[in-house]
């Protein structure tokens, strides 16, 4: 019976370290599931790729704001990640649209990355508004970029490091294509900043062919410094 007693009295004094451990490692735990910065502009767009069911650049052609639905439909030009077909529609939940927000607007041009539909169909880009990131042309001739802003923003910035803004906010298309592509394949390739358009001009396209009733029209007047 003592030694009996003994011995229970011998494991109580582990039972802080048992509760020490178990503190720690739910702690790890609970820091692996805080989203981290990103190390690079490159990291973040990996980052996104990793979690996209799809991915496409498209212009945005119609959108139907029903009562627990939004529907956008995308011209897609260039497929980024997933199969799609010359056209994508993506089912919001209508609640993302709240106090009269509006998350996309008919005309513009944009690389999206989005989460796998649902059983239900519904879908939504990653991380939110930052799977939605604008691309901006000077010119109809010139090289189309993409306005990388919104991902700088997830950086984690050295010490005294500006934040991205119009001198170094964009990256050619064409280089952000393979990193997106590859995202789990090295090397690790991490394209070049550049300066977004300066004073660019609306470009104005001619009307695309939806249907006998339906057209898309040309892109809305942008404020100085913007193209889609």
Known sequence: MADGFRTRLDLGRFWPLVLAGLWALLRAVALAQIAQPDASVGAALRNLASRSGVAFVGRVVEIDRGTGVVTVKFLVEQQLLGAVGATYTL?????????GQHRY????R??????APGKAGFSSPVDGMDGILPVVQESADSEPLLDVRRVAARVQRQTGEPIADESNGAMKLTDVTPVVAGWNKAPRLEPVRHPLPIKVLPIVTTPILLSPTETLQPPLRLPIGIAR
Do not use: R
């Open 110 to 115: 944009v690389a999206i990355f989005l989460h």
């Open 91 to 99: 089912q919001e939940w209508a609640g993302l649209w709240s106090a």
């Open 105 to 108: 607007s008919v005309g513009e």
